[in-house]
């Protein structure tokens, strides 16, 4: 065991690029969440991959809100925090649209910052036949014809086992720091909750902005007649306004429905095994302006 590896490996890149559901494929779990909406993942999660030469612990970090003039000051805080302590540094880009500005900041202050990175190429698999050599080119071009680089596609796992490869080999030796079987650090409230927000937010787009939270009110393992067990969880979705209730209650309750069907099979997905899911909606004015609420609904106030 004395040449076995461990470390932290921080995927960086602008909002989504793919960095969730890269980690999510390369531990093989769903336990980050993702969406089209950008800003999808507030807290720091850590995934962990377990090999039989050594552990890699994936920390990935929270999107970037939206005021644009601001981006680039954003990225580069968020990557500066999220550099902090780490092995490697994984620079996360979208290959389906040209390079733009938000790669080039979070690029340069790496480059500036003298942090050595490796580079992956995602979503290969949306560039078309015609345009993957003048995608290739343009990305060498912003990271520079010598960088080496590996393409993935993080929704359909191309190029996955290969990159897991070059991050083993990159990190340094060291003893296995989480127990082998686990593969997150956080709470199973937090990622039950984060499941449930994640449908929020995929199936109301604007419409319920980010004033919303999930709160797990129980979880408990309840044993049927004839002997089957199956899991049942209450959770409460806390808005900010009466009307985004509404929404989120939907005509005749469908849009809970849709809520909580796809968070189901997901919970389904982790918990291994049946689960019956609850939804509740409940108004609390203000919310996030309320520390202790802030805390009760599981966030880090640190940003
Ligand atoms: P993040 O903000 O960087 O964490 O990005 P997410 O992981 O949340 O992904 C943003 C969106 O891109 C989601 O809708 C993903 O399903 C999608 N996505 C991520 N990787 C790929 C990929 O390789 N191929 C395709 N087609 N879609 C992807
Ligand atoms: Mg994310």
Redesign the pocket.
């Known amino acids: 065991m004395n040449n076995y590896k461990s470390g932290f490996v921080t995927l960086l890149?602008r909002?989504?690029?793919?960095?969730?559901?890269?980690i999510n494929k390369l531990i093989g779990e769903k336990i980050t969440?993702?969406?089209?909406v950008?800003q999808?993942?507030r807290k720091k999660l850590k995934g962990i991959l377990t090999t039989k030469v050594g552990q890699i612990i994936f920390v990935?970090t929270p999107?970037v809100h939206k005021p644009h003039h601001l981006l680039g000051e954003i990225l580069v805080k968020n990557a500066k925090s999220a550099i902090k302590g780490v092995d490697i540094v994984v620079l996360?880009l979208d290959s389906?649209v040209e390079p733009g500005r938000g790669d080039e900041y979070i690029k340069d202050f790496l480059v500036a910052n003298k942090t050595e990175f490796i580079v992956v190429l995602?979503?290969?698999?949306?560039v078309n036949k015609e345009l993957k050599n003048l995608r290739l080119d343009q990305y060498k071009k912003l990271i520079g014809a010598s960088k080496n680089f590996q393409i993935?596609?993080?929704?359909?796992g191309d190029g996955c086992s290969e990159l897991i490869d070059m991050i083993l080999n990159l990190l340094p030796k060291g003893p296995m720091l989480y127990e082998e079987d686990k593969i997150c650090d956080q709470s199973l409230d937090n990622l039950l909750s984060d499941f449930v927000r994640e449908q929020v937010l995929i199936n109301t787009r604007e419409e319920v902005p980010h004033s919303v939270a999930v709160k797990i009110e129980k979880i408990q393992e309840i044993k049927k007649d004839n002997g089957k067990k199956f899991t049942a969880i209450m959770a409460t979705i806390i808005v900010e306004r009466t009307s985004q209730k509404g929404i989120l209650i939907g005509k005749k309750g469908l849009m809970l429905k849709t809520i909580g069907q796809t968070a189901r099979s997901n919970m389904k997905r982790l918990i291994n095994g049946p689960v019956h899911l609850e939804l509740f909606v409940k108004v609390i004015p203000n919310w996030r302006k309320k520390e202790s609420k802030l805390m009760e609904f599981g966030y880090e106030v640190d940003y």
């Open positions: 890149g909002p989504n690029v793919g960095k969730s559901t890269l969440i993702t969406s089209p950008a999808t993942t990935d999107g996360v389906s995602n979503k290969w698999d949306l993935v596609s993080a929704s359909e």
